[in-house]
């Protein structure tokens, strides 16, 4: 199997994050791990945006007409419920 080739990528961040990561014993797999997180993590209609543009919006309401969102008792997250009757 032949061996992918590594790439560096640099990222600014302020000096007070700076000192933070620059006392972890492995900065460098730290920050794969948070990022490879981040992407795994990522809202699947926003894709990480925060905000919904105007035609996934209508693509929402769609959706929201037969869900809604509740708090689980346990964990207090929130989760989508199905509301449409089979």
């Given at each position: 199997m032949k061996k992918q080739?590594?790439?560096?990528?640099?990222?600014?961040?302020?000096?007070?994050?700076?000192?933070?990561?620059?006392?972890?014993?492995n900065r460098s797999e730290?920050?794969?791990?948070?990022?490879?997180?981040?992407?795994?993590?990522?809202?699947?209609?926003?894709?990480?945006?925060?905000?919904?543009?105007?035609?996934?919006?209508?693509?929402?309401?769609?959706l929201a007409k037969d869900?809604?969102?509740?708090?689980?008792?346990?964990?207090?997250?929130?989760?989508?419920?199905?509301?449409?009757?089979?």
């Amino acid at each position: 199997m032949k061996k992918q080739k590594s790439e560096i990528i640099t990222f600014k961040v302020d000096e007070s994050l700076a000192g933070v990561i620059r006392h972890l014993p492995n900065r460098s797999e730290f920050i794969r791990a948070a990022v490879l997180n981040a992407l795994d993590n990522t809202c699947p209609l926003c894709n990480g945006a925060g905000w919904l543009s105007p035609e996934q919006k209508k693509h929402w309401d769609s959706l929201a007409k037969d869900h809604h969102i509740e708090e689980c008792d346990e964990c207090h997250e929130n989760y989508l419920v199905c509301t449409k009757k089979s």
